[in-house]
């Protein structure tokens, strides 16, 4: 088993009225898996998570990293919406 | 040719004739400086607008930046390049950023700050929510992102 953090931002963690999560995973637990896991929480989670390839941007470890990223023990996760700044 | 660069995320409001002052201050060798600053609209379409909450994603936001400073730096003569960010509530015609660059020339100048600001606006980990009033009723909007500021680092 693996122990991460995930974090939430901006829309997401409002909708979701969440902004970190720890969780332990298999070993071998990629990103995309975690979504399909978060998905399953509630109706509100499976809106955000259900078609994460496409609507979601992530980061591992505060870089940007892609669905098929396999979580190592203490990584960081962050799921966000694209961003508007400036 | 010697860089400086800096990166400033606050959510105090933008003393922008400080900022400027820092640039033409620090110009080094170069013989162009060009300063950017983005503000809250005040407009006709953004009339019941009230305000905007920043979020960013403190640690990783400035790790961004920085990366698109070295890029703009390895691929421009600049001496100094400086990217100021508001975070927290900002109220309407509050400066949200500045981009000060100074090049060689007024054509790095220029054209460093367009690139370090379409890359901000489509990287950097900053989210803006609106605040709207109108007849007593209050709504906060989340901003989309555009396809236009996406097009806009094709370019680059």
Not at chain 1, 60 to 86: R, W
Not at chain 2, 18 to 42: K, P, W
Not at chain 2, 109 to 120: K, N, Q, R, T, W
Not at chain 2, 148 to 153: F, R
Request: a negative charge; hydrophobic letters at 40%; aromatic letters at 8%.
């Amino acid at each position: 088993m693996v122990r991460i953090k995930i974090i939430l931002f901006a829309s997401f963690k409002e909708l979701l009225n969440c902004s970190e999560i720890e969780q332990q995973l298999d070993n071998g637990t990629t990103i995309h898996s975690l979504c399909e896991s978060l998905a399953s929480r509630g109706e509100t989670w499976e809106m955000v998570f259900s078609d994460a390839d496409k609507t979601i941007k992530v980061a591992c470890n505060q870089q940007m990293a892609d669905m098929s990223t396999v979580l190592k023990e203490g990584d960081e996760v962050a799921f966000f919406p694209p961003v508007t700044g400036g | 040719m010697q860089v400086t660069k800096q990166i400033i995320i606050t959510d105090e409001p933008l003393d922008i004739s400080g900022l400027n002052r820092n640039i033409q201050s620090n110009q080094g060798e170069s013989g162009a400086s060009v300063i950017f600053t983005g503000n809250v609209r005040v407009s006709d379409e953004e009339q019941d607008l009230t305000g905007m909450t920043l979020e960013h994603y403190p640690g990783m936001t400035e790790s961004l930046l920085d990366e698109i400073l070295v890029q703009a730096i390895d691929r421009w003569e600049l001496t100094r390049v400086l990217v100021a960010h508001r975070v927290g509530h900002l109220s309407p015609g509050e400066p949200i950023v500045f981009v000060g660059t100074c090049g060689l020339h007024r054509k790095e100048a220029f054209e460093s700050a367009e690139f370090i600001m379409d890359y901000l606006k489509n990287k950097a980990t900053f989210w803006k929510k609106e605040h709207y009033s109108s007849n007593g009723l209050k709504r906060d909007v989340w901003v989309e992102s555009k396809q236009s500021d996406l097009d806009a680092i094709e370019r680059w």
